[in-house]
């Protein structure tokens, strides 16, 4: 009996049995090369909203403190957050 070839599995596909997709460093199986990518679309989402939501909450910050002290009605508050410009991009954003 001759041994069967090893299963050639990649340092990021260990758990898998299927066969490896040999097209790219490294090798993956092609299911978990698109789960990867889905995930890291995901993620690379995510990071642009969280980096958007705190781009805009130092650009309401900073109006605010403009303002000065005082009270403001619900009214003043939301009229000011229509008129603050959208901050502006940073390199690499669409």
Aim: one cysteine or more.
């Amino acid at each position: 009996m001759t041994p069967e070839p090893a299963i050639e599995t990649a340092a990021k596909c260990l758990k898998c049995t299927k066969d490896l997709d040999t097209t790219g460093k490294p090798v993956w199986c092609k299911a978990c090369r698109a789960q990867y990518h889905r995930e890291y679309e995901a993620l690379k989402k995510k990071q642009e909203w969280t980096a958007g939501v705190e781009a805009m909450r130092g650009l309401l910050a900073r109006e605010f403190d403009n303002q000065g002290s005082g009270r403001f009605t619900g009214y003043e508050c939301a009229d000011l957050i229509w008129r603050c410009p959208a901050p502006e991009r940073q390199n690499g954003e669409s």
